[in-house]
């Protein structure tokens, strides 16, 4: 795969490569270079085993995802430079399914706990960001009950384009601020994104406001 201007070449021996490795569609997904010591990487794998022999160079894991697979890389530091030595199996986020058309990955079982345990802290937090509570759009006892602090998922999602159409069809009793601005509130002690809530006017602002400690 070559490079001209911003698009990739896929030449034709380096197609049958990764075919044959059972790679193709992964490699799509990761581009050029970057997939290529992968590949690289997953075909020294395959190679017929040599005797154990003790670890004579450093290695370090790290995660690795795209859109759509999430794997761990192993490097070894092999002349100064660390050097991707294999990866493991691709798992794919949606599913948790393996990736099943190649062979030769790592095992996953010889990933360092503490890099693993680290991996799966972050899926339950891109979980709970992107996925919403059963009763999104409607106010909540128990959102009320803490103040709005946080408010729903939903509602933290949305940009202020959204939440200013969203906000015409709400009526919610005002909740005022004091010693701050709504901004500084909205986004320090209620989770708002402020880059989701920018250009809002301060009226709406202070609905917002309103909204999250009703329980929205």
């Known amino acids: 795969m070559q490079r001209d201007g911003s698009r990739f070449k896929i030449t034709r021996r380096r197609f049958a490569f990764w075919v044959g490795l059972g790679l193709f569609s992964l ?28 670890q004579s160079t450093p290695e370090h894991w790290t995660v690795a995802d795209n859109n759509t697979w999430r794997w ?43 890099v693993r345990r680290g991996n799966v802290q972050a899926d339950a937090r891109i979980d709970a960001d992107t996925h919403f509570e059963r009763d999104h759009g409607q106010p909540s006892a128990a959102r009320r009950a803490r103040h709005g602090r946080p408010p729903s998922r939903w509602l933290r999602s949305l940009n202020a384009d959204e939440i200013r159409v969203w906000l015409k069809t709400i009526e919610v009793p005002e909740a005022d601020v004091s010693g701050m601005t709504f901004w500084t509130h909205l986004t320090r002690d209620h989770s708002f994104d402020p880059e989701k809530i920018e250009g809002l006017t301060i009226p709406q602002q202070a609905r917002l406001h309103a909204a999250a400690h009703y329980g929205y």
């Not at 691709?90 to 099943?100: D, L, R």
């Open 72 to 114: 761990f890389e192993r490097e070894n530091l092999i002349d100064g430079q660390w050097t991707l030595s294999g990866i493991t199996t691709p798992i794919n986020k949606e599913t948790g399914e393996p990736y099943a058309l190649g062979t030769g990955y790592l095992d996953e079982s010889l990933v360092p706990a503490e």
């Open 27 to 54: 490699g799509e997904k990761l581009g050029g270079n970057r997939f290529d010591a992968l590949a690289a990487a997953t075909m020294r794998a395959t190679e017929p085993s040599k005797p154990s022999t003790p």
